[in-house]
């Protein structure tokens, strides 16, 4: 037997022989896993995360349960997430529970877009998913579950670093981290390094399925490799060149340079990952922007076909059937949907102007908005109005549309995390007998 093929295998059967991390897809993947890894917690709970809306009280109650174990449970949690603030029900119930919570303090990071957990010291949960209804049922989102030891210890290490309010020295590590920035002589990070090093490093393909695509360097960088014969491919969610700059118009640049370009309106991509020549990808938190790379907590993964065979290959596969189901142009740009569509199908519309036809089974009315929803979960599809045209819709309102059948046209689009339809006017609701 030829020495190059006994050393392929023995490094195959020692990959297969460590901890292999497990990748988590979702929406496929639910949030039971989730709820269930963390009834598994014995002693310690830490977890950092970006956005948590009240569609996830489930994981609130899982969290409580383990604090009436005897679990220490910390949470840390961006302060000002983009569009908003942090749930002030979430972070009530928390601290009902007996959680420690702590918001991020302000100026460390542009946001703390991790979304980690560490189990115990024993298991660590992290990659794109925020703790929403749209992570779990609408978007693609990647997560990596791992037992690896020197994985788990340097996410708890950063985890405590950050508790703190400390910085700490990332310059040696074995993941990938944001903010790639040297301060007071601390490397902070290396995420921008592992980014473009993968992308220039690449001599065939590179594979991306991305949230955002605004970076300079990045879109530059992948120009030069379609220019030195590199088969690129990105697929990503639609969105509306004219209201959001995040995706499409460095992805229709890039189509321009020679990418092949996709857009994937169902499950919305909130994905951040790159595969370079089908055997290198980078999976976690990181969005391909200046503030994603340079000032906010970020963290990845680099997974690889030979060290960590059963993530990667379920990765790819996932990635292959995106392309496979993205089409070329743009639904933001394209008619609207003939027909009417019960509204349960409104996020496979997501871009598009669509009639959709359903029960209002809620209503809400908040300060500066108010909502008619198809369903009582929290991340049912809604129908929102602004004050200045609540006196154009039937009195009291919304009140008066509780209960009743109601078709709804507009265009199809997530704020948040949820799938919405704005209603500027009466000619856009319909109540039906």
């Not at 995360?49 to 009240?54: A, D, E, N, Q, R």
């Not at 609207?336 to 669509?354: C, L, M, Q």
């Amino acid at each position: 037997m030829r020495p190059l093929f006994v050393l392929a295998l023995t490094l195959l059967s020692l990959a297969f022989a460590a901890p292999q991390p497990a990748l988590w897809v979702q929406p496929s993947g639910g949030v039971e896993p989730l709820i269930q890894l963390i009834d598994t917690a014995e002693s310690s709970i830490r977890l950092k995360i970006y956005l948590w809306t009240p569609s996830r009280m489930d994981v609130v109650e899982a969290l409580g349960r383990a604090v009436k174990r005897g679990v220490e449970v910390r949470v840390l949690m961006e302060r000002e997430p983009a569009g908003g603030r942090p749930s002030m029900e979430v972070i009530g119930a928390l601290r009902d529970r007996g959680v420690e919570l702590r918001l991020s303090k302000p100026f460390r990071f542009v946001f703390v877009h991790e979304k980690s957990m560490v189990i115990d010291d024993r298991v660590a949960w992290f990659g794109s998913g925020n703790l929403t209804g749209s992570t779990f049922k609408a978007n693609r989102e990647y997560m990596l579950v791992t037992e690896r030891p020197d994985w788990v210890r340097e996410i708890a290490r950063v985890f405590d670093a950050d508790w703190q309010g400390q910085r700490i020295d990332l310059s040696h590590t074995r993941l990938v981290w944001s903010p790639d920035r040297v301060v007071r002589g601390v490397r902070e990070g290396n995420a921008r390094e592992k980014v473009l090093g993968l992308i220039r490093g690449a001599r065939k393909t590179l594979f991306l399925e991305q949230a955002g695509m605004v970076d300079e360097e990045v879109i530059a960088a992948l120009e030069e490799a379609v220019a030195r014969g590199v088969d690129v491919r990105l697929v990503g969610s639609p969105a509306d060149p004219k209201e959001n700059t995040y995706f499409v118009p460095g992805a229709e640049r890039l189509r321009r340079a020679g990418v092949r370009l996709r857009y994937l309106p169902s499950p919305y991509v909130h994905a951040k990952v790159i595969v370079a020549d089908g055997n290198t990808a980078l999976v976690g938190s990181i969005n391909m922007s200046q503030s994603s790379m340079n000032a906010n907590r970020e963290l990845g993964a680099i997974l690889t076909a030979a060290g960590e065979p059963r993530a990667f290959f379920r990765l790819l596969r996932t990635m292959e059937a995106d392309w496979k189901n993205a089409r070329p142009d743009n639904p933001f740009l394209l008619p609207p949907v003939e027909g009417v569509a019960p509204w349960t199908e409104a996020p496979k519309y997501y871009g598009r102007v669509v009639t959709v036809e359903g029960r209002i089974a809620q209503v809400e009315s908040r300060t500066g908005v108010a909502f008619l929803k198809f369903d009582t979960t929290p991340d049912a599809f809604r129908l929102v109005f602004f004050p200045r045209v609540y006196g154009d819709f039937d009195q009291p309102f919304p009140e008066a549309y509780l209960g009743k059948k109601v078709r709804a046209t507009g265009r199809v689009k997530i704020y948040a995390g949820y799938y919405e339809m704005i209603i500027n006017s009466p000619s856009q609701l319909e109540v039906l007998p």
